[in-house]
Every structure is written in C-alpha cells, then in structure tokens.
C-alpha cells in the first residue's frame, strides 16, 4: 500500500512539471489562441536556449528538460506562421511611389513634361520622358557660359577683360541692358557679361557671350567633347526669337537696331506667327534632353567640366539667380543652396534646371525640368514644376546614399539566410 501511494504522489508531480514548463514556454511563444498573450517579432527558441526572461536557476532547469526540447519544433512552427513579413527593398517601392506622382503632376501641367533627376555623389538617377528633345529656351545659357569658361581655363579669355557694346548689340527680350543701354557704345567686363547672362538672363548679355565662347558650333561641339550628345546650340538669341516670332528677313547683324526688329515683329501676320510657333516645338536646334541637361549639370559640379576656379565661379553666379522663383526652389526648403537657370518662350515653354544641396551629408541632386505645348498657365505650369520638385528633393533627400549604395551593390534575396545584413 505505501508504495502504491508513493507512485501516485511521483504522477501527480510529473504533471504539475510538465504543466508548469508549457505555461513557462507559452509566455514567451503562445499564438494568439493560446491564455497567454502573444510576443510580436520574438525570435524562436532553439532546443537549450534560454530567454532573457528565464533567469532563474529554477526555470532554466525546467526549460532544460526533455519535455520541453520535444515542444521546440512546434513552437518554431507556430512563429514562423504568425511572424510579421518581411518588407521588401524601400527603395523600389519610394521610386514607383515617386514615378506615380510625377506622372501626375505633369498630368495638372498640360503639355509633355520632361523630368531628370541625378543624385551626384551616388549615381540614382530618375527620369520621366528623359530621353525626348526640348527647347532648352534660356537654360542654354548655361552650355555657352559652360564653354566660355573653359576658353577661361585654356588661357583663352579672360574675364576681367572687356568688351565693347554698341546700339546695334542690344537684343529683344529679357534682360536689364534693353532697358538701360543710353549710349551709342558702353564697356562691361566679360565677368558682368556673365553674371547678366545667368542672374537675370539678360538676352543682350547671352549673345555676347556666346560670341567669345565661338559661337554656337563651339559650344555644341564642347558638349559632345564631354559625352554630351543629345545637346545642341545653335543660334543667338536674338534670331531664336526672330524665329519663334516668325519674322524671316531678320537684318544683318551690322545694320541691326531693336526699332527694326520691333517693327518687323508687330507686321507678322497672324496665321504666319501660329505656323511659325508650331515649327519651333519640332525644330531640333537649341534644343537638349533632360537628360543631357542633368549630366552636364553633374560635370559642372564634380568638376569634370571646368576647372576649380571656373566651376566655382559658375555654381556661385547661378546660386544667386533672380528669376524662377516660383519653379524648382519655391518648395524647396528655407536655407537649402539651390543653383538654377531658368528659360521661358511664350506662355507654353517654361523650363527650370538646377543643382540641389541636401541637408547633412545626403548630397547633391541635379534636377531638369522641362515643360513643352503646354495649354494651361505659365502659374499652372509652376506650380506642378515645383511640386516634383520638392517630391524629388524628398525622396533623395529621405533615401540617402548610403540606402542608394545598397540597393545597387545588393546581389542576394532578403529572404536567403546566407545574404548578410
């Protein structure tokens, strides 16, 4: 009888230790359907691992007993099954994210919509109608001060020489000199030439540049010499507008004064103007892709383009830019260095290209934005250029380059055990 008693009594505690090891385990493992509440993300037990929870001598001797080791692969199983997936790479998801906006803001500018974006210092580019040709309108200043400045590097040119301009030199168009030039002649150095072209792109100034940087062919040539092929300069200012205005018998550059040009301007009749207007979308010539604009851009910045001196003379003229403000910075935030060139033709041509400092150390992106045959406002036509703007500045700015770095060097699947962190 008493033994019979004590094989009872021996039972009876195997099953309260048996009991007691499952609700130990169960605390840290149970699903959801389980009395005990569920632990999200914890990491399976493996048959002798002890969890931080454990720290008694009691209850790591519990969790070392057979019992125990036999629950291991169940338990592994049921976190498998309730753990959270795992998320793929952040950022292809960020750039669909991004092309589904851009896509649709272009949509709110009317027109085609070209976008390039090229974040410098990792090479994660964005691109949205890239490839197709533009009018570069006024952002081709920046090609010919691009090649001015490097006749200033081979010695060529020097910008604190002058240069003499008469009557006959003052161009249509934007600019302060059309409206301050008195004299039948007045001198201005090759670096206020310069800083007209950029700061107020003054037409006047951007034709005289364009004569010591060799003309159109010299700097056409300068782009493709660098790699830059889908670029082309090809006229002064003064007869890109004549075109654009459809005026056909343009004087001669000798016997050229603005009276003239206004007269001929207001005769153009008005079927002559819309046909000439429609030719000008089409016309190959000073036109460049967005993303020809964004790699010149990106060579201007790493120096690849121009020497130290001369790049640094070019970013700081275009960091103080007077016109676009309602472009690619408005949305840009307060104290962030942006150097842009604007250019405009009519109320259906609006163009911006710049280079962006991110906050930190997260770099620098250059940005083309190019708007064509638009039929909405040029107020219209801002305001989407500087919405995408701001998207692009975010994302490159968010992602980082190391996040860049890693999404182009990652060779294994997230989901393969042997792919390191």
């Not at 002890?50 to 125990?68: C, F, I, N, Q």
């Amino acid at each position: 009888m008493i033994t019979l008693h004590f094989l009872k009594y021996f039972v009876f505690l195997a099953v309260i230790s048996v009991s007691t090891v499952s609700c130990t385990v169960c605390k840290t493992q149970c699903p959801p359907s389980e009395a005990c509440p569920p632990v999200v993300g914890t990491v399976p037990l493996e048959a002798g691992h002890v969890p931080a929870s454990a720290s008694d001598a009691k209850t790591r001797e519990k969790l070392d007993t057979p019992a125990a080791a036999a629950m291991q692969p169940q338990l592994q199983e049921r976190s498998k099954s309730t753990a959270a997936p795992r998320p793929g790479p952040e950022p292809e998801r960020a750039q669909l994210r991004l092309e589904q906006e851009v896509k649709r803001l272009a949509a709110l500018a009317g027109g085609t919509v070209g976008v390039s974006a090229l974040h410098i210092e990792s090479g994660r580019s964005f691109s949205f109608n890239g490839g197709e040709r533009f009018p570069m309108a006024s952002v081709y200043k920046i090609p010919i001060a691009v090649q001015l400045l490097r006749r200033v590097d081979r010695g060529e040119v020097r910008l604190n020489s002058t240069v003499t301009l008469r009557s006959g030199d003052i161009h249509p168009g934007s600019g302060r000199l059309i409206k301050t030039f008195k004299k039948k002649d007045e001198s201005y150095s090759v670096r206020e030439l310069l800083e007209l072209m950029l700061l107020i792109s003054d037409n006047t100034a951007s034709d005289a540049i364009l004569k010591l940087a060799g003309g159109p062919a010299a700097v056409t040539a300068a782009m493709k010499s660098l790699g830059i092929q889908e670029m082309d300069v090809s006229r002064p200012t003064l007869n890109m507008l004549a075109d654009w205005r459809g005026i056909s018998d343009l004087p001669s550059p000798e016997a050229f004064q603005l009276q003239k040009y206004n007269r001929l301007r207001d005769s153009v009749p008005a079927d002559t103007l819309k046909r000439a207007q429609s030719r000008f979308h089409t016309d190959r010539r000073d036109t460049a892709s967005p993303d020809a604009m964004t790699s010149l851009l990106a060579m201007v910045y790493d120096g690849t383009a121009l020497q130290p001196e001369t790049t640094s003379v070019l970013l700081g003229i275009m960091e103080r830019c007077q016109t676009g403000n309602s472009r690619i910075k408005d949305l840009i935030p307060p104290g962030m260095k942006v150097a842009n060139k604007t250019g405009t033709i009519g109320p259906s041509m609006v163009n911006d290209a710049a280079i962006l400092t991110l906050p930190g150390e997260a770099g620098h992106v250059a940005l083309a934005i190019f708007i064509k045959t638009s039929n909405r406002s040029i107020t219209q036509q801002e305001q989407a250029m500087a919405q995408i703007a701001r998207y692009l500045y975010d994302y490159y700015f968010f992602q980082g380059t190391d996040l860049f770095e890693a999404a182009a060097n990652e060779t294994c699947s997230l989901e393969d055990p042997s792919c390191s962190p």
